[in-house]
């Protein structure tokens, strides 16, 4: 209950603080009852900027937050009373039994991300990184993993409610981004792709297993939905008004999509082209176009900037690791970026063999929206509705050709969708997660065709069905948690207890982290390691990264061992299954590298499943660097 409590009182000062910038900026929506969630879903771009700016000058503390916060309302308060003030509640009410739908499914929702996290990329740096900020005050050098520096505006958002509560506020926050979403998406619908069909085009996207999978689990995926709706709503908003606030709204959307991950910034590109092909068509000037490209390029950099400036800071490329041939990057190489591509075609290759397929490469990408609609098991070690879109918009996607009322709207909205998949899925990776904020886009962009095409009767009917498709497939994702994460919910099962129960991390973690001394440091090996229960000190050494150690110079145990005592290394903490791996050359050679050192430099202190922890011997001298292992 506090952890709501906390929330509601974040977003009305993020709210505030959005609706002043948007004032100074002078970009404010036209339509009366708009501002409040355009207002806060910039506040809570604002919010992650002073999480990073509190965390870069180490002050990330509920007390600064606090004065962030009541200077917020104080600014923006009347500003905020208004905006409330002008939403037509009224007309939300009369779409009550598609709100209701969209209630169910939110609190089904809510017993998750109220129990400890478990599994997902939440565990692996979503969560990790934010957390570690919170409980240092501040920015953690993290040269062992590239992680580190994969941390955007969800993460500094979730590090700020780690700073003001804990686990269980980060993943409320996420959770909002994906309601405002779906808000953003209704919104979109309703000004200016069918009047009627809003609340049905974002109770699609907000039922859809895949959205059920990514509001549980903290990510980023979900902010970039909200805000290229936004810029989507805000472009047709300038195409209808030719005003530069409108413009200005669009280009800080688009570079708040472009803030919350490295491929959303595919957003702020697209978007800025349908700004140019409009004023291409409208014979605009040459100084009406070069000042329209100046203001929205300006105002989406700033927007997006903050987080690739801190990774160019602290490495020298913004978009670490990726790039490391154009700009560099300290503790990373050539040859770690071209493991780490292999390592990403291998896991590609392995899931697709389950539509007895392969990777997709260059005209087999128009594979990819059938396998997403009729395979998504294909994509990833999960259940196939964890990743499941549902088929409404490939059923209806050819329904667009045929529109007549409102077309260039829908054909925009769903060109920008169409061309952020497209080019995710062929020019980086074609995974369910990755292309989400294209296919929330096409449904909704679909809606208004089959509505069309169907006529209302028939449209209702196969809404009511697609509705209850949706429900159905996500009530496969209940189990086996649900019920457990309901108990530790009502207190009839612990916290830990439920973790002992369904994470095999932490029931090793646990007993580890009470036999590292609190001076001690960990080194952790594991391919992919999760650290989130880790509570003592560590450091990653992971082979997929290669952050502090490279393993093409760093070859033999001697070399390990006196590695791991320059980084003051005190205990090993071992994935065994690991060790026996051997999915290429490279790795089978890590694997023999690690039995070898703990062979020869490790005592056991402890197993617990399949993980293992180890004491570092203190060696009377090193050996020199020897040849490779090969045994």
Not at 18 to 42: F, N
Not at 54 to 78: M, N, Y
Not at 154 to 180: C, E, H, I, S, W
Not at 420 to 442: C, K, S
Request: with cysteine.
């Amino acid at each position: 209950m506090v952890d709501l409590l906390v929330l509601v009182l974040v977003l009305a000062a993020s709210a505030a603080a959005g609706l002043v910038c948007l004032g100074l900026l002078d970009a404010e929506p036209g339509e009366e009852g708009a501002g409040l969630l355009a207002g806060t879903a910039v506040g809570l771009g604002l919010a992650a900027v002073a999480g990073l700016a509190l965390a870069a000058t180490g002050t990330l503390r509920p007390e600064p937050l606090a004065a962030f916060g009541a200077g917020a309302l104080v600014l923006g308060g009347r500003r905020l009373g208004r905006a409330v003030a002008a939403v037509d509640f009224r007309r939300c009410l009369r779409s009550w039994p598609v709100l209701g739908v969209c209630a169910i499914v939110l609190v089904s929702e809510i017993v998750p991300m109220l129990a400890p996290p478990v599994g997902g990329d939440q565990t692996k740096y979503h969560l990790v990184y934010p957390r570690l900020y919170a409980q240092h005050g501040g920015l953690v050098a993290t040269p062992w993993s590239f992680w580190g520096q994969m941390q955007f505006l969800p993460n500094f958002l979730f590090a700020v409610g780690f700073a003001l509560r804990g686990d269980v506020l980060a993943r409320f926050l996420n959770a909002t981004t994906g309601v405002l979403g779906a808000v953003a998406l209704a919104d979109l619908v309703r000004r200016h792709l069918a009047r009627r069909a809003g609340a049905i085009a974002g109770a699609l996207f907000f039922t859809l297993p895949l959205t059920w999978s990514l509001m549980i689990r903290a990510g980023s995926d979900l902010a970039v939905v909200l805000y290229a709706a936004l810029a989507a709503g805000a472009i047709l908003d300038w195409q209808a008004s030719r005003t530069g606030a409108d413009l200005r709204r669009a280009a800080l959307m688009a570079g708040l999509a472009g803030a919350s991950k490295t491929m959303g910034l595919l957003v702020p590109a697209l978007v800025g082209l349908a700004v140019l092909v409009t004023l291409l068509q409208r014979a605009a000037t040459t100084r009406r176009l070069a000042a329209a490209a100046f203001t929205f390029g300006i105002v989406a950099l700033l927007a997006a900037s903050p987080y690739y400036v801190r990774n160019a800071v602290e490495t020298g490329n913004p978009i670490y690791p990726f790039g490391y041939r154009l700009f560099g990057g300290r503790h990373w190489s050539a040859a770690a970026s071209d493991y780490l591509a292999d390592y990403y075609l291998q896991y590609q290759t392995e899931y697709a063999s389950r539509r007895d397929g392969s990777p997709y490469a260059g005209l087999s990408v128009v594979l990819f929206p059938w396998d997403l609609t009729m395979h998504p098991e294909s994509f990833e070690n999960a259940a196939r509705q964890a990743m499941d879109i549902g088929p409404f918009a490939l059923a209806f996607a050819p329904a667009l050709l045929l529109v007549r009322r409102r077309r260039p709207a829908i054909l925009l909205t769903a060109a920008l969708g169409l061309a952020y998949a497209g080019v995710i899925a062929g020019a980086a990776w074609a995974h369910p997660r990755y292309v989400v904020p294209g296919i929330a886009l096409l449904v909704v962009a679909t809606v208004p065709a089959a509505r069309q095409l169907l006529g209302r009767r028939l449209f209702l009917a196969v809404i009511a069905v697609t509705f209850a498709g949706h429900l159905l497939l996500t009530t496969r994702l209940l189990q086996p948690l649900w019920a457990d994460q309901g108990r530790v919910v009502l207190g009839r099962l612990s916290p830990d207890d439920f973790l002992r129960r369904y994470s095999p991390r932490f029931a090793f973690w646990e007993r580890a982290n009470a036999s590292v001394p609190g001076d001690g440091k960990v080194l952790v090996l594991e391919k992919i390691p999760h650290p989130y229960y880790i509570t003592r000190p560590f450091v990653l050494g992971s082979y997929l990264e290669q952050g502090l150690i490279d393993y093409r110079s760093v070859s033999t145990a001697d070399g390990l061992a006196a590695t791991a005592r320059d980084l003051g290394v005190t205990h090993v903490a071992v994935d065994l299954d690991g060790l026996e791996v051997g999915g290429d050359p490279y790795e089978a050679a890590v694997g023999r590298l690690w039995r070898a050192f703990l062979a020869e430099y490790c005592e056991p202190v402890l197993h617990e499943g399949s993980y293992g922890l180890y004491v570092l011997r203190e060696p009377t001298a090193y050996a020199a660097l020897g040849e490779p292992v090969r045994g």
